[in-house]
């Protein structure tokens, strides 16, 4: 007997390794555009905030200006005595404290919705998501009124109940999505061998959607780290927060671009030492989910 060979494909679907490649330099051209695009206006920033007041308010700005950390001096209050530390505590304390309350009631929630699936709980996530629809300048009144009546204006864990209430939406959101995609195998066996919903979750779901939790965590700590609008009218002289430090910076004398570009690096620092320290989970975890 005679070995037969599979027919070669046809010459127009071969896939050429100089094609394929030449098609990844390109997407990887993209991305590095893309990447530049985005970084550029924290550039811009950061390189304004290295200039003199004099040097910040040219137009169109001096690049090749000298450089000086007077703003940095002027934030951190060298020359005025006003200390940034306070505020940068305060928005510390609630975002993550907020954060940790929405992981630790979003978690359970999703777990509900996803792996033990409720009745009617297409109902509850669009309970859930129509709590977003309203905006928040909207319910600033009565929340003013609630926060007077119960003696918590000025106070941070006002901000860390309103910041959690506004990111559990989303985090429940995230998060069903990311356990819709924890192999229910592996919650039988867990099952079958005892394991409480406790013990489920800590030792089996948590690992397994690591990725969908650090997403949803770094968005809710960004999410409360750069609200304004609550801290603003809520908070006074002991609960303000970096956001409201910042519009400090606005005063009837005029906009000091290198004052407030360097106070703006300063706030946006943690958010971004976040990310970078995250952006592998995040990643996966907005991209592919919990598993592959």
Known sequence: MTATTAPSPPEHTRRRPGVVRHKGSIWGLLAWICGLVFFLPFAWM???S????????????SIGAGLTLQGYRDFFGADT??????PLINSLTASVASTLLVLALAIPAAYALSIKPVRKWTDVMF??????????VAGLLPVY???QYAGMLDSIWLLVILYTSMNLPIAVWMMRSFLAEVPKEILEAASIDGAGLLTT????VAPVAAPGIAATALISFIFSWNELLFARVLTGVVAGTAPVFLTGFVTSQGLFLAKVCAAA?????????AGFAAQDKLVQGLSLGAVK
């Open 46 to 48: 950061l390189l304004t």
């Open 50 to 61: 290295l200039h003199s007041e004099s040097a910040a308010a040219t137009n169109p700005p």
């Open 81 to 86: 005595g006003v200390s940034p530390w306070p």
């Open 127 to 136: 309970f859930f998501l129509s709590t977003k629809m309203l905006p928040a």
């Open 145 to 147: 009124l609630i926060a």
């Open 201 to 204: 979750l800590y030792r089996i």
């Open 265 to 273: 690096v300063c706030v946006s620092l943690p958010v971004l030492i």
